[in-house]
C-alpha cells in the first residue's frame, strides 16, 4: 500500500501593502469637497444649524490648518464646488436635478468660502453629481500630476465624501479621511458615515495628517 504524502500546509498570505504611508513629495492631495458659500455659507446657517456649529467649530479651521501644511509642504491642493456647467443646469446628474441640487454657473453660491479660498493655480473643479470622480476630470488629473494619495475633507460627511472615498479606493488610489475636517447635516450622520466607509480607506484626524508631514 502506497504511503499517503502529508499535504503541505498552506502558507500564510504576506501582504505588505499598507494605508498607513508616508507623504511623499508630488504625490499626495489635499482634496476640499464643496465647501462653499451655496451649501456652507452664513445663508444656510437657519436650516442646518448643527452643520453650520461643526463648521464653524472644526470643519473650517481644521482645513485651513491643513492649508497652510500642505501648501508649506509644496503639496497640490484640489477643491471641488457644485456648479452648473451651463446656465440651465441641464448638465446636471438626474439625482441633482431630482433633488434641486445645483448652483449657476459663476454665481456666488459657487465659490468657496472665503477663509479657505483657492490659491494660485490651485484647481478647482466644478462637479454636477455626488461622486466627483463621475462628474469631474479629476481622475484624468490626478494620474497626469502623479497623485497616489488622497486627503479628503469637506461636505457632506454621508454623501460627496462618502462617494469620494469609495471611489477613489476602487480607481487605486490610496484614501485618507480627514475626519474632523469633514462634516454632515448632524453629528450623528457623521459619525455613522464614517463607520461606513473607514474600510475604503485610513482615517486621520487634522493633527495626525500634519504630523505626517512633518515627519517628512
Known sequence: ??????VPAAKPMLNAMTRDRPILAGKAALLIVDVQNGNCGSAAAARRPELQAALTNRVVPNIARLLRTFRGAELEVIYTVIENLTAD???RSLDYKLSNMGFPKGS??????PAIAPQGDELVL???SSSVFNSTTL????????IEDVFVAGCLTD???????????DRGYYMTCIHDACAAETEE???AALACFQGYCRMASTEEVIGLLAAD
Not at 139 to 146: A, M, P, S, T
Open 108 to 113: 456666488p453660491e459657487a465659490q468657496v468660502l
Open 89 to 91: 443646469g441641464r448638465d
Open 189 to 191: 450622520r457623521h459619525r
Open 139 to 146: 481622475d484624468y488629473l490626478l494620474r497626469n500630476i502623479g
Open 159 to 169: 454623501q460627496c465624501i462618502d462617494h469620494a472615498v469609495k471611489d477613489g479606493a
Open 126 to 128: 466644478p462637479k454636477t
Open 1 to 6: 500500500m502506497t504511503p499517503v504524502k502529508p
